[in-house]
Every structure is written in C-alpha cells, then in structure tokens.
C-alpha cells in the first residue's frame, strides 16, 4: 500500500499499550483493511490486510520444503517515503545503524526507529494495534519467538519473496529451525533473523572452582549432566557455603530448558495440551524450592539474581550467547565486566531460546530499504563474520562450523574458551515444531501459576492445570 509518513508523534496506548514514539502513517487512498488481532491479546491470529501488496504468484511446493514463490526483481524495489523501524529495545536500531549501507536511517528520530518495552506484552499489543489499522504502522519490526507465529500467520508481514529475497538464498546458509519459525502455516517465510540461539550453561569459574574443585568446560559439565546431577550439585553448594551460594539464582533459571524437552506444543488442534513434561517441571521446581535450593529470585529483576554475577554467590545462569552479552554484563560492548572469567558447558539437555526476526509490515511503501536492511543486518557474509567476533551465535551454517573449528579462536571474559565448539552441534539439532502463535502469553500465565505451586499459594498441580486451561480458553 502506498503510505506517506505525517507529523511524528507520541501514541498514547490506554491502559495497556503504555507510550510508542512513532510517526503515524495514513494512507493516500483508502484506508487499510484489518492486518492483526485486537490489540489487547497480541499473540492471536489477525485478520486479512485486504489493502496490503499482493502477494506474489506461487509456484507449486514440495511437501516438506517451504513454498517457494516467484521472487520480485530486487532492481524493481523502490522507495516512496521515510524508514520506519519498530523494535522493543535498540538492539535492532544498533544493528541497523552498525551494518546497513542505506542512508536514510537515524534511530535517534522517532520518525526512523520507535520501541516500546516489551514488559506485559505491552510492544506485541502496540504492534497488533498499529498493523490491523495502518495507522503509525512501521514499514520494518521486529519480533521475538514466543510470538512470531501470531504475526507471520496474520497477513502482518510481507513474503521475503515480495523483497527480491529467495528461498535458496535463505536455505543455502541459515539454520533450518530459524526459518521454520518465520514461516507461516503454508510454509512461506515471512522473517529473517541474524541469530540462531542454541543454549549452555554460563557459569561463574571462581565459585565452580572453591565449591566443585574445578573451572575448565568439561569438568563443571559433569556436573549438570542430567537433572539429578544437577539436584545434587545444587545441594552440595548450598551445604558448602552455608547457604550463601546457590546452583541458581532463581527457579525460572531452569524453566527453558527443562521445558525444552516437551514433545507437543501448549496448543495442538486449538486445544490446550499439557505434556507430561510440564508436570515433571513442575515437580522439579517445588524439589528446588521446598529444599531452598535457589534465592527464589526473580529472573532479571530481584538483586539476588541480577548481582549474582558480581559477588559470586550464583554458581550458573542458562541461557544462550544474549544472556552473557545483556543479562550478565560479560561481553556487550557497554558492559561493565565482571572480576571473575565465565564458561560455558552443556546443560543437562539441549535445548534453545528466544530469537529476534525481522519482517516488512504489509503498509511498506520503502521496500528497497526494507529489502536492503534485511541483507545488510540479517544475511551479509562480512556482517556475520563482524557479529560472530562480538560473542553472537549468527544465523550462518558456514560460519559458525569454521569458527567451531578455529583452535585460535577464543574469548577473554571465557578463559580463552571458543563457545561455538560446544553451542554448533547443539544448533544443528534444533526442532521449532513446537513453537505456537500463543507461546508467549501461554507461557508468561504458566509461569505466575508455576510460581503460586512452588510457594504454596496452589496446592496442587491439578490446580494449576485448570487454571491454565481458564486462562487459555481467554487467549486462543
């Protein structure tokens, strides 16, 4: 649809929706049809955008493959007015800013970048909002795993085909998995990510040291060789230093990756499934708080989690390359490092999360610069080379096996430990099929009621159960 950008403003979001920094875009035509779901459960399905680009011709797909298209002329791609570019932090912008050659992006305009925090769903509610009315609609957001899928099967986001970017293109370097999650239920791929996110264990080398008697990958790794190993070293620190040291900071330290190995998504035939690995976390997770095995901290806000990297009482985080570069404070380029060296080891399973993805919203009226920022940020050999050297697991095949195998290649704040070699094979066996359009509201209900049954406030897991089903019988 053909847009023009108007006077940048402050969109007020009522009650939920917080503040979004966006300059609107309205159409010069008519107006635009329903593109996304009602605002106020982002992370449902959206309605047709009948106004959007056509969506371009398909070609027959082979079963198991994604649906290919025909693939518009990238020299055919223009402009017709100003970048504008969502996200829910500045990471994106930062990538945008370091990498892409275009030069009609600043993000400290609000006319170029808006983010709003993503705390409540608060940025997926504002973006739903904006894409089923075209109003302030950015021409390129982000979005993150636990609700891509809302956006990809919604008609929210362009065909990567309609951008001049082809399957083989995409296919022949990045990981399968990464795709598979920017596609819609057809199979046609809607985003593309920098990324892949296998994930270890981060643990701290001083404590591993004088409470396991060793520091180096493979010995700290046997001790989270399984769940029960783990239960034992977590009771062993806990004894050890009198209680003032823990295995983890926080129960929802283990929650992804015990809930990794789930074998059915939370909605199968539009029908919540519980699978019994959610109870065995469950389980699991009331062992670790009755036994006080943890702070029982918050993730990412109470002290006892967010200081444990300086002061040396938690042992370990999980969690892939991100975690170490904006919750640990190791490896980001404004990070403050920490007196102590880190490593890596695998977990007691393998497992990945999150992701960031970008696509092009059905109201892009600047293609060529969508299309541009795509393979400048997302696809572009020297950019991921550049990337893979700043501690991130890029969405590269090739690049990641050769630094995997790099014996020189190593980083400081890790001891001199190249972390691909362990985090590659991982990535490799990456399986999204479970991944669903509510993960991220599902999942954050989930957990407050996981943390009523650890603390008692739920007596049973029964309960919690059916006040799972309640509350997703109001999402889906």
């Known amino acids: 649809m053909k847009t023009k950008k108007i006077v940048a403003l402050v969109l007020s979001m009522a009650m939920v929706l917080g503040v979004v920094a966006a300059c609107n875009k309205t159409t010069e035509s008519s107006a635009a049809s329903s593109a996304a779901t009602d605002a106020t459960t982002a992370g449902t399905d959206a309605t047709d ?101 809302a956006f990809m099967n919604s008609e929210s986001a362009l065909a990567l085909a309609d951008l001049g970017i082809s399957n083989a293109e995409l296919e022949s370097t990045m990981y399968n998995y990464t795709l598979q999650i920017a596609a819609d239920s057809s199979k046609v791929i809607r985003g593309v990510s920098w990324q892949a996110n296998p994930a270890g264990v981060w643990y701290n080398r001083a404590v591993a040291e004088k409470y396991l008697g060793v520091s180096d990958p493979d010995g700290v ?62 389980d699991f997770g009331k062992q670790l708080f009755t036994e006080n095995l943890t702070f029982n901290a918050a993730q990412w806000s109470d002290a006892a989690w967010t200081d444990g990297p300086q002061n040396e009482t938690v042992l370990s985080y999980f969690g892939p390359m991100w975690l170490g570069r904006f919750s640990l404070g190791l490896c980001d380029d404004n990070a403050q490092p920490t007196k102590d060296l880190w490593g890596i080891t695998a977990a007691p399973n393998p497992y990945y999360w999150g992701g960031s993805w970008l696509s092009a919203s059905p109201y892009c009226d600047v293609k060529a610069s ?50 691909y070699t362990m ?33 008692g406030t739920t007596g049973t897991v029964a309960e919690v159960e059916s006040a799972l089903e309640a509350a997703v019988a109001e999402i889906i």
Not at 52 to 71: C, I
Not at 270 to 278: N, R
Not at 384 to 408: R, Y
Request: glycine share 8%.
């Open 370 to 419: 969508a299309a541009q920022i795509m393979r400048d940020v997302c696809m572009s050999e020297a950019t991921l080379s550049q990337m893979v050297k700043g501690a991130e697991f890029v969405n590269n095949v090739n690049i990641i096996k050769a630094t995997a195998a790099d014996a020189s290649f190593g980083f400081a704040f890790l001891d001199g430990q190249n972390p």
């Open 221 to 282: 790794g046997a001790y989270f060789s399984s769940w029960d190993k783990f239960i034992e070293t977590a009771k062993k620190i806990d004894a050890d230093s009198n209680h003032a040291v823990k295995a983890v900071a926080s129960i929802a330290d283990v929650a992804r990756p015990y809930l990794n190995t789930r074998t059915q998504g939370w909605v199968v035939n539009g029908k919540l499934t519980i699978d019994p690995q959610v109870e065995a976390y469950l």
């Open 423 to 455: 985090l590659a094979p991982i990535a490799d066996g990456i399986d999204a099929s479970t991944i669903t359009a509510y993960d991220g509201d599902i999942g954050d209900t989930f957990n407050n009621l996981a943390e009523g049954y650890f603390d």
């Open 49 to 149: 955008a009948t106004d959007a680009p056509v969506e371009s011709t398909e070609a027959p797909a082979e079963e198991g493959n994604f649906k290919q298209l025909d693939v518009v002329d990238p020299a055919t791609l223009t402009d017709e007015g100003d970048l504008l570019v969502w996200s829910w932090n500045e990471e994106i912008g930062n990538n945008i800013t370091k990498y892409y050659t275009g030069k009609n992006f600043d993000m400290t305009k609000s006319e170029n970048y808006a983010t709003t925090p993503n705390t409540g769903g608060a940025y997926r509610q504002a973006l739903a909002l904006v894409l089923s009315t075209g109003e302030g609609a950015p021409d390129v957001y982000g979005t993150e795993a636990d609700y891509i899928q």
